[in-house]
C-alpha cells in the first residue's frame, strides 16, 4: 500500500489482484486515452460508483451492476475491456477480518 493523496478522508483500498479492479484499471487507461471511443467522463462515473460500494460496503450495489451490465453492451471493444463475466457481490465490499489459525490478528500485524 501506498500514499496517494495527501489526506486519509475519501480513500479506499482495493485489491490489485481482482479481476475487476484489474479491468477498472484498463478501463481507466483506455478512457484518458480516448481509446475505442471512450470518455474519461465513463471512468469518472465508473470510479465513483466503485468508491460508494467500496467506501460504504454494498451500499448503491445495484446502481453499479446496472452501469457494468450496459459496459458489457457496447459494441467494439477488444475483450479485455469488458467486465469480468462473474458480477461483484456485497461480500466482496465487506471483507472479512485477517484470521490466524482462527483468532483475530491485532491491526498492527497486517501485512
Known amino acids: 500500500m ?21 479491468w477498472l484499471s484498463r478501463v481507466k487507461e ?8 471512450l470518455k474519461l467522463e465513463q471512468y469518472h462515473r465508473l ?16 446502481k453499479l451492476l446496472r452501469y457494468i451490465k450496459g459496459w458489457r453492451k457496447i459494441d467494439g471493444l477488444p475483450p479485455e475491456l469488458y ?3 462473474e458480477d461483484p457481490t456485497s ?7 485477517h484470521r490466524n489459525e482462527g483468532r483475530p490478528v491485532p491491526p498492527f ?3
Open 2 to 22: 501506498h500514499k496517494t493523496t495527501d489526506t486519509i478522508y475519501s480513500t479506499v483500498v482495493l485489491n490489485r489482484r481482482s479481476a475487476l479492479i484489474q
Open 30 to 37: 483506455n478512457c484518458a486515452n480516448g481509446a475505442y471511443g
Open 47 to 62: 470510479r465513483d460508483m466503485f468508491f460508494t460500494t467500496t467506501a460504504y460496503p454494498g451500499h448503491e450495489l445495484d
Open 83 to 85: 467486465p469480468p463475466l
Open 91 to 97: 461480500d466482496q465490499f465487506n471483507p472479512e477480518p
Open 109 to 111: 500485524a497486517f501485512t
